[in-house]
């Protein structure tokens, strides 16, 4: 038997105040059910959008967006954040790429909004306060 099934048999026997072999497996499957939520890529887009945010830069460009409710050229962005330019262009970039926010290009003109993600976390993040 495996270390960890070994330790898993402790672990019910204390629980359970015996530990059966069908005990055993069924916990086994239960574990193996639930580790299908860790698939890679998952985790890979949740830490990327996550990791946006957690930028103060970034989380106030969310933020503005999703109050926003439409489209805002980069310029009518910049002036309300206090950073550069190009730290504007680099923000916007990363949350695009993570999947809040879309750009259009109009003409000469960038436009941004939030996308439903964004506002849906957000959205969580309020109701948790």
Same mark, same amino acid.
């Given at each position: 038997?495996?270390?960890?099934? +070994?330790?898993?048999?402790?672990? /019910? *026997?204390?629980?359970? &105040?015996? $530990?059966?072999?069908e005990?055993?497996?069924e916990?086994?499957? *239960? /574990?193996?059910?639930? *580790?299908?939520?860790?698939? *890679? +890529?998952?985790?890979?887009?949740?830490?990327?959008?996550?990791?946006?945010? &957690?930028?103060e830069?970034?989380?106030?460009?969310?933020?503005?967006?999703?109050?926003?409710?439409?489209?805002? $050229?980069? $310029?009518?962005?910049?002036?309300?954040?206090?950073?550069? +330019?190009?730290?504007?262009?680099?923000?916007?970039?990363?949350?695009? +790429?993570?999947? /809040?926010?879309?750009?259009?290009?109009? &003409?000469?003109?960038?436009k941004?909004?939030?996308?439903?993600?964004?506002?849906t976390?957000?959205?969580?993040?309020?109701?948790?306060?």
């Amino acid at each position: 038997m495996s270390e960890t099934a +070994d330790r898993l048999r402790r672990y /019910l *026997e204390d629980e359970l &105040g015996e $530990c059966r072999n069908e005990d055993l497996q069924e916990r086994l499957a *239960e /574990l193996d059910d639930l *580790e299908t939520v860790l698939h *890679e +890529d998952v985790i890979s887009e949740d830490v990327q959008t996550l990791s946006a945010l &957690g930028n103060e830069t970034r989380y106030r460009l969310v933020r503005l967006l999703v109050e926003a409710d439409d489209e805002l $050229c980069v $310029c009518e962005i910049t002036p309300l954040v206090a950073v550069s +330019d190009s730290a504007v262009s680099h923000a916007l970039s990363a949350l695009v +790429d993570a999947g /809040l926010v879309t750009k259009r290009k109009d &003409g000469r003109w960038r436009k941004y909004r939030a996308t439903t993600r964004a506002s849906t976390l957000l959205t969580v993040l309020d109701g948790s306060r």
